[in-house]
């Protein structure tokens, strides 16, 4: 029914940039809050980075002045620009959307597959 695709990972050496891409596609009335998070080995997954469909962001501490998302709603993608990237950045990076299919219902969840970003010292 929706589908959320991640571009743009890779790798990349300490002090470096990426930009991450999620598309999300399908049968979308509305799409809320989009974000993205991170899973490390070991690792819990936790918060990149949200923003509402107004633009109000939000960000995990250890991305703050490093990291900015943003959205194109006309084009349901939302983006994250990675800068003085570091070794402990290195996860797997998921988009996440909160989606209304229906609007007598409320938002879903909805992850993408997850793309690899790896920080080399």
């Known amino acids: 029914q929706v589908q959320l695709v991640e571009s743009g990972g890779g790798l990349v050496q300490a002090g470096g940039s990426l930009r991450l891409s999620c598309a999300a596609s399908?049968?979308?009335?509305?799409?809320?809050?989009m974000g993205w998070y991170r899973q490390a080995p070991g690792k819990q997954r936790e918060l990149v980075a949200t923003?509402?469909?107004?633009?109000?962001?939000n960000y995990g501490d250890s991305m703050k002045g490093r990291f900015t998302i943003s959205r194109d709603n006309a084009k349901n993608t939302v983006y994250l620009q990675m800068n003085s990237l570091k070794p402990d950045d290195t996860a797997v990076y998921y988009c996440?959307?909160?989606?209304?299919?229906?609007?007598?219902?409320?938002?879903?969840?909805?992850w993408g597959q997850g793309t690899q970003v790896t920080v080399s010292a």
């Open positions: 923003i509402t469909s107004g633009g109000t962001t």
């Open positions: 996440n959307g909160k989606v209304v299919i229906n609007p007598l219902f409320r938002p879903a969840d909805y």
């Open positions: 399908g049968r979308i009335f509305r799409l809320e809050d």
